[in-house]
């Protein structure tokens, strides 16, 4: 059984940072892609970051380039998000998701084959 938990989203005001940790199980985490997505209320699905199964290879949406950033520690089969200088337009439910495709690394086109149920950050101007 393959499980997907996010954890580390809350309330924090504009300018501030967050640090999202997402824990998989079931499955060999080193050879999966993960990525990063957010979903707000009538906004479409956005790809915010994904990275390849050594952390090599990275991608980041123009709308946080130089603000967040992904990392994996495939040890403890932990996938992070730190984002800095948070703004209210950052609010959404950020979700993690692992990709069989070992570099699968644009979040454009992830083939998304897990996911967590999400948790919800939210950003107060």
Known sequence: LVQVVESGGGLVQA????RLSCTVSGLPFGGYAMGWFRHAPGKEREGVSCI???????YYADSV????TI?????????Y??????EPEDTAIYYCAASAYYND?????????????GTQVTVSS
């Open 15 to 18: 300018g501030g940072s967050l």
């Open 52 to 58: 390849n199964g050594n952390g090599r290879a990275t």
């Open 81 to 86: 998000l730190q984002m800095n200088s948070l």
């Open 65 to 68: 380039k130089g603000r967040f």
């Open 71 to 79: 990392s994996r520690d495939n040890a403890k089969n932990t996938l």
């Open 105 to 117: 690394v644009d979040c454009r086109s992830f083939t998304l084959n897990y996911r967590g149920q």
